[in-house]
Every structure is written in structure tokens, then in C-alpha cells.
């Protein structure tokens, strides 16, 4: 499957479409309807083959799906809010995932993982009644189901609002591995960065137009999602738009990049740092350090080219740990501090409190699947790494979050943390929470309840501080 995302009414495996066969016609070979999962009843196949290809993803969500309806003597895991029968209304729909999503975290002894979270949020319902009947989809973006022709036509203007992004989400395309090399040439900078946005950016410095609706083919959505992956290196240089990079003696610009994963790899490549240079030609070498748990491998590596008449340095420092692990052995001094879709949030909800968990009833032994939970402890990964973040006086931090309400938990991390160290620092915005203009082009659904944002974007929002020693 992709770990992308998956979809109610697409394969699970290949995000292939195939059409419900109109009444009285004769179902071809090419033209049959979609397998369901028998077992969850939430996740279709367009076929056998890929049926079976994924059932180790999807095996193990699956058996827990079938202990809760055999616990529960319910025909469907979305009959739990309502005695056994369909959902009749939105809040009957939604309690009864809110209880699904419960269970299958007690059943399973993990989080859900992102995927697991889509397949219960965005079922295959009807978007009127939320009957589980998909009889009939969206002709354009094929991801929302109707009960009726009557409903799909009721729906369709406040549809009409989504169903471009859905179609971006869910674009088959989307699984495709993205050509290594668009052989793209630079053409000039963007003047005025501060007044721009990446694709403006994008189709200004390459000298060429993106698709306005990049889904239609392979080729406009590879050059679509390729334009996106500059995401990072634009963000970084418009927050350098309101820094005093004048003043700045020197040609060598360092940033630590914080909570790093895949980043080296995919946003930091030799052309996106060439975008920097173009648009901060008087620096010569980018030192960057990758530092985060998850990032890829530890590795250092040095590239060198010649760009606009000069040669210019890469410096790539990975650190697979913790920040501050990484600054108590490695003695430098950053330009910028870094933190892409930070999740600083996660701390400022441990200070808050965590909601109580409603008890949850054991469940018997699986009978037909058997499953091997795996045991999980909420963990503070973020803490110490804040503070020693906060204790780089004066050097910025910009740091990027998915939504505006989590952007606005991130901060508050920042303030809490300021406060209850072993200095007392006061912490003093450059610049305010906004949207970023720069962020990823390519949307993501939301699936919490509690944010009331339907779509969202990586790099989202943007803010950014710095601390002073309080006297």
C-alpha cells in the first residue's frame, strides 16, 4: 500500500479507481467492481493480487477490526455508536469512530498510525445521509461517495469546494517515484521573496509554468510535487528575508536542522541549494546539520560546485540522536535553528495535561486472526531538547507546523520551557504565526477532530523568535 495515504473508494495498494458497472451493462474484465476488504469492511482492492500484496500492512489492523465486531456482535466496526445498526446522522458517524479509533488502540497496545487514523476518518459514506452505501462517486475526484444520484447533485456545490484538493490528495500519481533529475536550469532570482510564493518562485527562477491541474497526467503531477519539495530551502530564505543578513561578516551560513528524518535526502539536494545561493549569492558555503532520531544515517559529507561565477560548499553533518546530545559534544554556533512541522506541541500538551482515557472493556481472544500487539510509552523527546535550543541567545529560530492551532501550541511549548528552566529567558517573536506562502503545494486531510482545518499543508504555518537573558 502507500504509506502516502489510502482511500475508502480507491485500491488500497495502487490508488486505481474502477468504475461501478451501470445497471443492466454487462461487467467487463477491465470494468469490475471493487473488493472489499471482508474482514474490516473499510478498505477496498482492484483485485486479488494486490488484496494479498497487502495484507501484511494491513493484516494486523484488520484482526483487531474483526476482534472488536465479534466483541461487539456488529456486522460493521461503524455500527458501534448506534446498537448494532447503521449511523443515521453526522454525530452518530462520529461517536462511532471516536469509539472505533479507542478500541483499536486498547486492542492493538499502540497509537494508530497515520493511515490506520484515514481509514477510520474518511469512510465510504455517503456525503448527505453518511449511509455506508457508495453507489455512486464523484465523477472528478472519485473520492466521495453517494446513497443516490439525488445526493451526489444536493452536494454538489459545497463539494465543488473540495474537489480539487481531494483530487490533488488522492491523484494515483501520487505513489509514483519521482524522477532523480528534471534537468531544470536556473534562470534569475526572485526579487521581493518576502511578497512571493513557491510556486511563483518556483516557475520564476526555472523560467516555465506549473500545471493548473497537475492530476490529469503523470508528468504535470511529477513537476508538481517536484516544485513542492523546495518547500524547505524556500522557507529557510524567506525567514532570512526579516534577518539582518547585511550585517552578517562572513560567507559561511550554518543552520541546524532539528527533528530531521528524510530530510537530507529529499530537500537538501544540490538544486535546492542552489535556490539558496541564487537568492543569497554573497554566501559561499552552507553548512548544514541534519539532527534528529530519525534522521536517515549519520554520515558528513562535502560537495563543491560553481554557481553564478563562483564555487560554492555544501557541508551535510547528519546526526542520528538527540539535539541535545548532538550540541554538548559538537561546540558550534549556528546562523539558524531550524524545526520543519516541529511538533513542539506534544510538549506543551504533557504541561496541559492529558485527557483521561475512558476504560475500555477487554476483549476476548481473537478466534479467526491473532495479532502481536506491541507495547508503546508516551515519551518526551522534545524537552531538553527545547531548552538547549532557547539557550542559543539571539540566534533565530523558525520553526513550521501543519495547522494554525498546532502552531499556536508550539509556541506556547517555547514560553513554557523559557519559564520553568534553570535561566529565566524571555522569548521575543521576529516575526508572528502567519501562513507560509512557501508551504508544500500538495494537501493532506485532517483526521483530528479537535482542528478544524479539513485540509492542511506541510511547513503550514510559519513563525519565528529568538531568547534574552532575562536580568
Given at each position: 500500500?502507500?504509506?502516502e495515504?489510502?482511500?475508502?473508494l480507491?485500491c488500497?495498494?495502487?490508488?486505481a479507481f474502477?468504475?461501478?458497472?451501470?445497471?443492466?451493462?454487462?461487467?467487463?474484465e477491465?470494468q469490475?467492481?471493487?473488493?472489499?476488504c471482508?474482514?474490516?469492511?473499510?478498505?477496498?482492492?482492484c483485485?486479488k493480487?494486490?488484496?494479498k500484496?497487502d495484507?501484511?500492512?494491513?493484516?494486523?489492523?484488520c484482526c483487531?477490526v474483526?476482534?472488536?465486531?465479534s466483541?461487539?456482535?456488529?456486522?460493521?466496526?461503524?455500527?458501534l455508536?448506534?446498537?448494532?445498526?447503521e449511523?443515521e446522522?453526522i454525530?452518530?458517524m462520529?461517536?462511532?469512530?471516536?469509539?472505533?479509533?479507542?478500541?483499536?488502540?486498547d486492542t492493538?497496545?499502540?497509537?494508530l498510525?497515520?493511515y490506520?487514523?484515514?481509514?477510520?476518518?474518511?469512510?465510504s459514506?455517503c456525503?448527505v445521509?453518511?449511509?455506508?452505501k457508495d453507489s455512486?462517486?464523484?465523477?472528478?475526484?472519485?473520492?466521495?461517495?453517494y446513497c443516490?444520484?439525488?445526493?451526489?447533485a444536493?452536494?454538489?456545490?459545497?463539494?465543488?469546494?473540495?474537489c480539487?484538493?481531494?483530487?490533488l490528495?488522492y491523484?494515483?500519481?501520487?505513489?509514483?517515484?519521482?524522477?532523480?533529475d528534471?534537468k531544470?536550469?536556473?534562470?534569475?532570482r526572485?526579487?521581493?521573496l518576502?511578497?512571493?510564493?513557491?510556486?511563483?518562485a518556483?516557475?520564476?527562477?526555472?523560467n516555465l509554468?506549473?500545471p493548473?491541474?497537475?492530476?490529469?497526467?503523470?508528468k504535470?503531477y511529477?513537476?508538481f510535487?517536484?516544485?513542492?519539495?523546495?518547500s524547505?530551502i524556500?522557507?529557510?530564505?524567506?525567514?532570512?528575508c526579516h534577518?539582518?543578513i547585511?550585517?552578517?561578516?562572513t560567507?559561511?551560513f550554518?543552520?541546524?536542522i532539528?527533528g530531521s528524518?528524510v530530510?537530507?535526502r529529499?530537500?537538501?539536494q544540490?538544486?535546492?541549494?542552489?535556490?539558496?545561493?541564487m537568492?543569497?549569492?554573497?554566501f559561499?558555503?552552507?553548512e548544514l546539520?541534519?539532527?534528529?532520531?530519525?534522521?536517515l544515517?549519520?554520515?558528513?559529507?562535502?560537495?563543491?560546485?560553481?554557481f553564478?561565477?563562483?564555487?560554492?560548499?555544501?557541508?551535510?553533518?547528519?546526526?542520528?540522536g538527540?539535539?541535545?546530545?548532538?550540541?554538548?559534544?559538537?561546540k558550534?554556533?549556528?546562523s539558524?535553528?531550524?524545526?520543519f512541522?516541529?511538533?513542539?506541541?506534544?510538549?506543551?500538551?504533557?504541561?496541559?495535561g492529558?485527557?483521561?482515557t475512558?476504560?475500555?472493556?477487554?476483549l476476548?481472544?481473537?478466534?479467526?486472526?491473532?495479532?502481536t500487539?506491541t507495547?508503546s510509552?508516551?515519551?518526551?523527546?522534545?524537552?531538553?531538547?527545547?531548552?538547549?535550543?532557547?539557550l542559543?541567545?539571539?540566534?533565530?529560530?523558525v520553526?513550521?507546523?501543519f495547522?494554525?492551532?498546532?502552531?499556536?501550541?508550539?509556541?506556547?511549548a517555547?514560553?513554557?520551557?523559557?519559564?520553568?528552566?534553570?535561566f529565566?529567558?524571555?522569548?521575543e517573536r521576529?516575526f508572528?504565526?502567519?501562513k507560509n506562502?512557501?508551504?508544500?503545494?500538495?494537501?493532506?486531510?485532517?483526521f483530528h477532530?479537535?482542528?478544524?482545518?479539513?485540509?492542511?499543508f506541510r511547513?503550514?504555518?510559519?513563525?519565528?523568535?529568538?531568547?534574552?537573558l532575562k536580568k
Amino acid at each position: 500500500m502507500s504509506y502516502e495515504l489510502c482511500s475508502a473508494l480507491q485500491c488500497n495498494v495502487c490508488l486505481a479507481f474502477v468504475a461501478f458497472p451501470e445497471p443492466n451493462k454487462p461487467t467487463t474484465e477491465t470494468q469490475s467492481p471493487m473488493r472489499a476488504c471482508s474482514g474490516c469492511h473499510l478498505v477496498k482492492y482492484c483485485g486479488k493480487d494486490h488484496q494479498k500484496k497487502d495484507w501484511r500492512f494491513h493484516g494486523e489492523f484488520c484482526c483487531a477490526v474483526q476482534r472488536i465486531k465479534s466483541a461487539y456482535n456488529v456486522k460493521h466496526p461503524l455500527h458501534l455508536s448506534s446498537s448494532g445498526r447503521e449511523p443515521e446522522t453526522i454525530e452518530e458517524m462520529e461517536t462511532a469512530q471516536m469509539q472505533l479509533k479507542f478500541l483499536l488502540t486498547d486492542t492493538l497496545k499502540r497509537p494508530l498510525k497515520t493511515y490506520e487514523e484515514e481509514i477510520i476518518s474518511f469512510p465510504s459514506v455517503c456525503g448527505v445521509c453518511v449511509k455506508l452505501k457508495d453507489s455512486h462517486v464523484c465523477p472528478h475526484c472519485r473520492s466521495q461517495a453517494y446513497c443516490s444520484l439525488q445526493h451526489l447533485a444536493e452536494h454538489s456545490i459545497e463539494h465543488k469546494k473540495v474537489c480539487h484538493l481531494l483530487r490533488l490528495y488522492y491523484c494515483p500519481y501520487k505513489v509514483k517515484e519521482l524522477p532523480t533529475d528534471f534537468k531544470l536550469n536556473y534562470i534569475g532570482r526572485v526579487n521581493n521573496l518576502h511578497k512571493s510564493n513557491l510556486m511563483t518562485a518556483f516557475e520564476t527562477v526555472f523560467n516555465l509554468k506549473l500545471p493548473t491541474k497537475p492530476y490529469e497526467t503523470l508528468k504535470d503531477y511529477q513537476l508538481f510535487a517536484y516544485a513542492s519539495d523546495f518547500s524547505c530551502i524556500a522557507t529557510i530564505c524567506f525567514s532570512m528575508c526579516h534577518l539582518d543578513i547585511l550585517s552578517m561578516e562572513t560567507n559561511k551560513f550554518i543552520i541546524y536542522i532539528v527533528g530531521s528524518s528524510v530530510e537530507p535526502r529529499l530537500w537538501f539536494q544540490k538544486i535546492h541549494t542552489q535556490f539558496f545561493f541564487m537568492q543569497y549569492p554573497l554566501f559561499t558555503t552552507l553548512e548544514l546539520h541534519f539532527i534528529g532520531p530519525e534522521t536517515l544515517e549519520a554520515m558528513e559529507e562535502n560537495i563543491k560546485y560553481d554557481f553564478l561565477g563562483q564555487e560554492r560548499y555544501v557541508h551535510y553533518i547528519c546526526y542520528k540522536g538527540l539535539f541535545q546530545e548532538y550540541v554538548s559534544y559538537f561546540k558550534g554556533y549556528p546562523s539558524l535553528i531550524v524545526a520543519f512541522n516541529c511538533g513542539f506541541s506534544e510538549y506543551s500538551q504533557l504541561f496541559k495535561g492529558s485527557p483521561a482515557t475512558p476504560k475500555l472493556p477487554t476483549l476476548p481472544a481473537a478466534k479467526s486472526c491473532t495479532t502481536t500487539p506491541t507495547s508503546s510509552t508516551q515519551t518526551d523527546a522534545w524537552q531538553k531538547g527545547i531548552w538547549e535550543m532557547l539557550l542559543f541567545f539571539r540566534i533565530p529560530i523558525v520553526f513550521t507546523s501543519f495547522t494554525k492551532l498546532e502552531s499556536e501550541f508550539d509556541f506556547a511549548a517555547l514560553r513554557k520551557a523559557a519559564d520553568i528552566g534553570t535561566f529565566k529567558m524571555h522569548v521575543e517573536r521576529i516575526f508572528t504565526v502567519s501562513k507560509n506562502p512557501f508551504h508544500d503545494l500538495r494537501p493532506l486531510r485532517q483526521f483530528h477532530s479537535d482542528d478544524d482545518e479539513a485540509f492542511y499543508f506541510r511547513n503550514g504555518y510559519i513563525q519565528a523568535i529568538h531568547t534574552l537573558l532575562k536580568k
